[in-house]
């Protein structure tokens, strides 16, 4: 009897403890590449469905309380200078450690109208830089190794890394020691990795730490291997595995 008094006794403590810790997670730094070169066309309605989509699924996941960070840049000649939106979520949940339930549900209650509220006008913004059109000479070229230097300024927050990217993935920058899959994508996953190998060399020199990386593809399931090459992605597969990042997810 003394046993079971005993053991119930320490369930109870232990059950109250863990009622009573706050939420500890730290807030996430999103960050969506949105391409605006000519190779993707965002009007065709099975892009603009994905993306649309993606977006609305990223800001649910990501934007979840106070200090959530999200920017948008856009993949074109010049995508390090190519900040379009840079977002911070101001709503903030009290403190209800001490309050009675009642204070407690009222406090929830008002934080999710808040962060609904935000989420809406994030959600508005980056759909309106989706659509938003780029017609200058900027979209010849897509040089996706300059979001690196983006993603490394992130990582210095200390924050949690999520890195979108709404591309074909087609690097294309002419000029030595540059990649241009334009005219000369890789012919096979050995050439990808030999090819991304040699560039990481060259990248390490920005140091990403370990964002989770997706690559939101613009092809239909149906897409030929010649307008969708596997060993495009394959080549950014090895190539963010050589630079550290350990989660790198292909949609």
């Given at each position: 009897?003394?046993?079971?008094?005993?053991v119930s006794l320490?369930?109870?403590?232990?059950?109250?403890?863990?009622?009573?810790?706050?939420?500890?997670?730290d807030p996430t730094y999103t960050l969506i590449f949105i391409d605006?070169?000519?190779?993707?066309?965002?009007?065709?309605?099975?892009?603009?469905?994905?993306?649309?989509?993606?977006?609305?699924?990223?800001?649910?996941?990501?934007?979840?309380?106070k200090g959530d960070r999200l920017d948008v840049y856009f993949i074109h000649e010049n995508t390090s200078k190519a900040r379009a939106l840079n977002m911070t979520v101001r709503a903030e949940m009290e403190d209800v450690s001490a309050a009675s339930p009642?204070?407690?549900?009222?406090?929830?209650?008002?934080?999710?109208?808040?962060?609904?509220r935000e989420k809406a006008q994030i959600r508005q913004r980056v759909l309106q830089q989706l659509v938003a059109q780029n017609d200058g000479a900027s979209n010849q070229?897509?040089?996706?190794?300059?979001?690196l230097p983006v993603i490394e300024k992130a990582?210095?927050?200390?924050?949690?890394?999520?890195?979108?990217?709404?591309?074909?993935?087609?690097?294309?920058?002419?000029g030595a020691n540059r990649r241009d899959f334009q005219k000369t994508p890789p012919r096979d996953n050995t050439q990808?990795?030999?090819?991304?190998?040699?560039?990481?060399?060259?990248?390490?020199?920005?140091?990403i730490g370990s964002p989770e990386i997706t690559m939101l593809l613009p092809f239909a399931p149906n897409a030929s291997v010649?307008?969708?090459?596997?060993?495009?992605?394959?080549?950014?597969?090895?190539?963010?595995?050589?630079?550290?990042v350990g989660n790198v997810m292909e949609e």
């Amino acid at each position: 009897m003394l046993c079971f008094l005993c053991v119930s006794l320490c369930l109870t403590l232990f059950s109250c403890s863990t009622e009573q810790k706050p939420s500890t997670s730290d807030p996430t730094y999103t960050l969506i590449f949105i391409d605006k070169t000519r190779s993707v066309n965002v009007n065709r309605a099975f892009v603009m469905r994905k993306y649309q989509q993606a977006i609305n699924d990223i800001i649910e996941q990501n934007i979840r309380q106070k200090g959530d960070r999200l920017d948008v840049y856009f993949i074109h000649e010049n995508t390090s200078k190519a900040r379009a939106l840079n977002m911070t979520v101001r709503a903030e949940m009290e403190d209800v450690s001490a309050a009675s339930p009642t204070d407690r549900e009222a406090a929830e209650t008002e934080f999710d109208l808040l962060l609904t509220r935000e989420k809406a006008q994030i959600r508005q913004r980056v759909l309106q830089q989706l659509v938003a059109q780029n017609d200058g000479a900027s979209n010849q070229r897509t040089d996706i190794w300059a979001s690196l230097p983006v993603i490394e300024k992130a990582s210095e927050t200390g924050l949690s890394v999520k890195v979108y990217y709404l591309s074909d993935m087609i690097e294309s920058v002419p000029g030595a020691n540059r990649r241009d899959f334009q005219k000369t994508p890789p012919r096979d996953n050995t050439q990808a990795d030999e090819w991304a190998k040699a560039d990481a060399q060259n990248l390490k020199r920005y140091t990403i730490g370990s964002p989770e990386i997706t690559m939101l593809l613009p092809f239909a399931p149906n897409a030929s291997v010649r307008e969708n090459n596997p060993a495009v992605t394959q080549y950014w597969q090895t190539l963010f595995a050589e630079l550290g990042v350990g989660n790198v997810m292909e949609e």
